[in-house]
C-alpha cells in the first residue's frame, strides 16, 4: 500500500511557476512509475506527466512539453512537478499517481493522492 500527499497547489497569475511535490510513503517508492494528472471542473481527468521509477525516462502530454518538468528523489520518496509559463487553462486539480508501468490513462495507476488545487488567474 502507497499512500500519496500533493502540496504546492495555489493561485497564480498567468505567466508565473509553480512547483508541486508528492510524498509516498512507505519503502517500495523506488519501484514505481510515478505520474501527474489534473482534472478541471466538468472535465475528466487527464495525464499531465509520467516518470519512470528510475528517473532516466520522462513523458509529457503535449501541451505541457516545454513547460512542465517532472522529476524525482527516490531518497526522499518524492517526486516533483515543476511548472512554468502557466495559462488559466491549467487550472484544475493536479493529482499525483503511483503505477508498475508508464502510461497515459487513469486506469493504468494503482495509488492516487487527494489533489491540491492549481488556479491560474488571467
Known amino acids: 500500500q502507497v499512500q500519496l500527499v500533493e502540496s504546492g497547489g495555489g493561485l497564480v497569475q498567468a505567466g508565473g511557476s509553480l512547483r508541486l511535490s508528492c510524498v509516498a510513503s512507505g519503502p517500495t517508492f523506488s519501484r514505481y512509475v510515478m505520474a501527474w494528472f489534473r482534472q478541471a471542473p466538468g472535465k475528466e481527468r487527464e495525464f499531465v506527466s509520467a516518470?519512470?521509477?528510475?528517473?532516466?525516462?520522462?513523458y509529457y502530454a503535449n501541451s505541457m512539453k516545454g513547460r512542465f518538468t517532472i522529476s524525482r528523489d527516490n531518497a526522499k520518496n518524492t517526486v516533483y512537478l515543476q511548472m512554468n509559463s502557466l495559462i488559466p487553462e491549467d487550472t484544475a486539480v493536479y493529482y499525483c499517481?503511483?503505477?508498475?508501468?508508464?502510461?497515459?490513462?487513469?486506469?493504468?495507476?494503482?495509488?492516487w493522492g487527494q489533489g491540491t488545487q492549481v488556479t491560474v488567474s488571467s
Open positions: 516518470i519512470t521509477s528510475s528517473g532516466r525516462m520522462t
Open positions: 499517481a503511483a503505477g508498475g508501468l508508464v502510461g497515459t490513462a487513469v486506469g493504468q495507476y494503482d495509488y
